[in-house]
């Protein structure tokens, strides 16, 4: 975790991934775009959620695929 500039927990901001919202509420407040975030989850809706906004993201499958998956997207 201590490797990520910002984490974020939907349960926090009392919405759902499946939500665009959810996403560009981020956005806004962390004023960035979408291709300068990375966005890791085990949910495949979750995934294309964030992808159709424009976000760069892994699916979360396990340990070693999430850190080739990382290295790939930076």
Do not use: R, W
Request: hydrophobic letters at 40%.
């Amino acid at each position: 975790i201590g490797l990520f500039d910002n984490i974020y927990f939907s349960y926090e901001k009392n919405m759902s991934k499946e939500n665009p919202k959810f996403f560009s509420d981020l956005l806004d407040q962390l004023n960035l775009l979408p291709n300068e975030c990375l966005y890791i989850d085990d949910n495949e809706k979750h995934i294309n959620t964030a992808s159709l906004i424009g976000f760069k993201t892994c699916f979360f499958k396990s340990v070693n695929s999430l850190i080739t998956a990382i290295q790939n997207k930076l």
